[in-house]
């Protein structure tokens, strides 16, 4: 079936460290990817999506790149900041199932 | 503009006890979903409706029913309530194509004691 794997946590970063949370996915045909973020006490919010092959979804100084020949979506960041501090999920829409999918989370913790 | 609003934000129910969580969204979408999050576990879909009419299982529909009520509204009902299914719930809604944004609610903190 179709599934989503993220590098486990915590990520514990100093401020304006270089950030790379990795994703993989198992999905027949080809997936919409995304990443949501969740800051603490709230719901997840949609952070960047990919919809094919190739494709580089950015927002916020975030980017991933969808790569079908590796299946990933790894998300980056050049600089972060403590404000980015926030439970990170991976997720897939399987078109054939119709449902989103997602990863276990990675939790970022950034320090001054 | 609400977008999805899920009552209540919190609960505490005993072994055994029924209850429903409300989810209403307010953008005409046609996908809803039910999901409760575990530490660890991420996001696990409970149950889901692609559009008004139809539910599906998702990964972990077991102890829960679902009914879409109308287009704006999917409640999720817990019959008999069990220690297992202390979580956090979330109830989201996306237009329905595949690569469209979902969007979640506050979410609502079970404890089943």
């Known amino acids: 079936g179709n599934s989503v794997t993220q590098m486990e946590g915590p990520v514990t970063l100093s401020e304006e460290a270089f950030l790379t949370i990795n994703c993989t996915y198992t999905?027949?045909?080809?997936?919409?990817l995304f990443w949501y973020v969740q800051y603490p006490g709230e719901g997840l919010q949609l952070l960047l999506k990919?919809?094919?092959?190739?494709d580089k979804g950015s927002n916020k100084g975030f980017e991933a790149t969808y790569r079908k020949e590796t299946t990933s979506f790894h998300l980056e960041k050049g600089s972060v900041q403590v404000s980015d501090s926030a439970v990170y999920f991976c997720?897939?829409?399987?078109?054939?199932?119709?449902?989103?999918?997602f990863g276990a989370g990675t939790r970022l913790a950034v320090h001054p | 503009n609400a977008g999805v609003t899920q009552t209540p934000k919190f609960q505490v129910l005993k072994t055994g006890q029924s209850m429903t969580l409300q989810c209403a969204q307010d953008?005409?979408?046609?996908?809803m979903y039910w999901y409760r999050q575990d530490p660890g576990m991420g996001l696990r879909l409970i149950y889901y409706?692609?559009?008004?009419?139809?539910?599906d299982k998702g990964e972990v529909p077991n102890g829960y029913n679902v009914s879409r009520l109308n287009k704006r509204e999917f409640s999720l009902r817990l019959e008999s309530a069990a220690p297992s299914q202390t979580s956090v719930y979330f109830c989201?809604?996306?237009?329905?194509?595949?690569?469209?944004?979902?969007?979640f609610g506050q979410g609502t903190r079970l404890t089943v004691v």
């Open positions: 989201a809604s996306s237009v329905g194509q595949g690569n469209t944004e979902a969007f």
């Open positions: 997720a897939l829409f399987s078109g054939g199932y119709n449902k989103l999918i």
């Open positions: 990919a919809t094919k092959a190739d």
């Open positions: 409706s692609a559009s008004e009419g139809t539910t």
């Open positions: 999905a027949t045909g080809y997936p919409s």
């Open positions: 953008m005409n979408h046609n996908s």
